[in-house]
């Protein structure tokens, strides 16, 4: 299972301002805080993520992999995403590789800016081949 740590500067100073930004209640890009229970301490985790909106469903991508909110959200199976005080509680549902192909498109052509870098050189444009080769390193989740 693939996953990418995210750089210092992404540490230290990109996420905690986006969060920053999100927990005020601007939206930067379709940001949100997710919030998920801890699978080994039961403790609440955040972590700025990107919502993805499409055709009536809402989706989290995991950019990086197989994370720790990934794994917790998997085990947990509800979460909260919040923006500002508004708390949106839902429930998730992880998609199987092939039904990934077309958010994962949608989410490229979104944020390929911000994220691009860790799908191994696939983009929005790249053939579905590509895109199903990469999609086992990238979870995606569905929300009610």
């Given amino acids: 299972m693939r996953y990418q740590k995210p750089g210092s ?6 996420n905690p301002i986006v969060a920053f930004l999100v927990r005020r209640g601007v939206n930067v890009a379709g940001s ?5 229970r801890g699978r080994k301490s039961g403790q609440l985790r955040s972590t700025p993520v990107n919502l993805l909106v499409m055709d009536g469903e ?7 992999g197989h994370t720790e909110w ?7 199976g509800e979460g909260e995403l919040r923006l500002g005080k508004k708390a949106e509680p ?10 990934k192909v077309d958010v994962l498109r949608a989410y490229l052509k979104r944020w390929a800016w911000e994220v691009g870098v ?3 050189k696939v983009d929005a444009d790249s053939p579905t081949a590509e895109l199903l080769r990469v999609a086992p390193d990238h979870p995606v989740f569905r929300l009610s």
């Fill in 32 to 36: 949100r805080v997710l919030v998920v």
């Fill in 90 to 99: 839902f429930t998730a549902t992880e998609l199987p590789d092939p039904a």
């Fill in 9 to 14: 500067f992404t540490q230290r100073v990109f």
């Fill in 58 to 64: 809402r989706y989290l991508v995991a950019p990086r």
């Fill in 118 to 120: 860790f799908f191994d």
């Fill in 70 to 76: 990934v794994r917790n959200l998997r085990v947990a």
